[in-house]
């Protein structure tokens, strides 16, 4: 369940060996970071042995240090709620939940992906090796993971934004891909009721 919500892609080049001009602490300070986002995201999982990806599309919530809504519309409507302590997966035919303190493994993957949401330096710094390259529109962060645990789910992420994160992609250790696209970015008035409900538990 967790990897088929992970991202996975080919990543092009960075240049890495190139003196970089943008750090963590640059990165942490260009991004919005509103306490409350939402958008719509496209989803294309590219699957060894299948010759045209998986594609969903949905929308999504962020709640800075709370978690994320990730609600699936087509091809079938799923969603999954994402916290620092739980990840919860709910659809028309069944609900299941796996807790972070059962599972240390996903623990730094809920922190992780909500760190990359709000740009947590110290989150991201601390799992993984960082390098970037940056232009006047576009910046682009490499992640080499540090976690032998980490690797086993996922070898390297390329994350691409502007003021917000826009694409994430994530490297699978047996090469599948998934790209993940964000973008209608907006400030909803309310806080969706799934993180509400987890956050008065």
């Not at 809504?69 to 091809?75: G, I, R």
């Not at 826009?166 to 891909?177: A, E, H, I, V």
Request: glycine share 4%; hydrophobic share 40%.
């Amino acid at each position: 369940m967790i990897k088929k919500w992970l991202t996975v892609l080919c990543l092009m080049p960075l240049g890495m060996a190139q003196a970089l001009a943008l750090n963590l602490e640059d990165l942490s300070a260009r991004l919005d970071r509103p306490s409350l986002v939402a958008g719509s995201f496209e989803q294309e999982k590219f699957l060894i042995g299948f010759p045209k990806p998986l594609k969903t599309q949905g929308v999504y919530t962020f709640w800075a240090d709370h978690g994320i809504v990730w609600e699936t519309k087509t091809p079938f409507a799923s969603k999954m709620i994402l916290t620092p302590t739980q990840l919860r997966s709910v659809s028309d035919y069944q609900e299941r939940s796996v807790s972070s303190e059962d599972n240390p493994h996903l623990r730094v993957l809920n922190q992780l992906l909500i760190g990359l949401m709000q740009g947590d330096v110290k989150v991201i710094s601390e799992h993984f090796n960082v390098a970037f390259k940056d232009s006047e529109d576009l910046w682009q962060m490499l992640l080499m993971p540090k976690d032998k645990n980490i690797k086993m789910v996922f070898v390297k992420i390329l994350i691409e934004g502007d003021k917000e994160v826009k694409t994430l992609r994530f490297y699978s250790p047996n090469g599948d891909l998934t790209v993940i696209g964000l973008k209608d970015q907006h400030h909803p008035e309310n806080i969706p009721q799934d993180l509400q409900i987890h956050n008065k538990q």
